[in-house]
């Protein structure tokens, strides 16, 4: 996790057809998402994108996606989340 005064930068590892969709904890610095679509159309990465927002206490519309669309690592910021809540609850995010 990288972070600004108000935009969280979070290293995201994708398991894509993973049977649901969940938050698996953390491996390396990199929040494990799985997430059930297949990576087609965009479908995981708005799956993805769901699920850190909800993580993280915000709305959809505050996550964006800033690197990774077609790989399993992703980059996702994440506006307006609580960076001391978000190291809490997975202390061993990459600060």
Partial sequence: MIGGSRELRIEVRVTPRGGRDSIDGVRDG????????????????????????????????????????????????????????MIARWPDLVV
């Fill in 30 to 85: 990199k929040l494990l998402v799985r997430v059930a679509t297949a990576p087609a159309d965009g479908a995981a990465n708005e799956a993805v994108l769901r699920l850190v927002a909800q993580a993280a206490g915000v709305p959809r519309r505050a996550a964006r996606l800033i690197a990774g669309a077609t790989g399993r690592h992703k980059l996702v910021a994440v506006e307006g989340a609580d960076r001391a809540a």
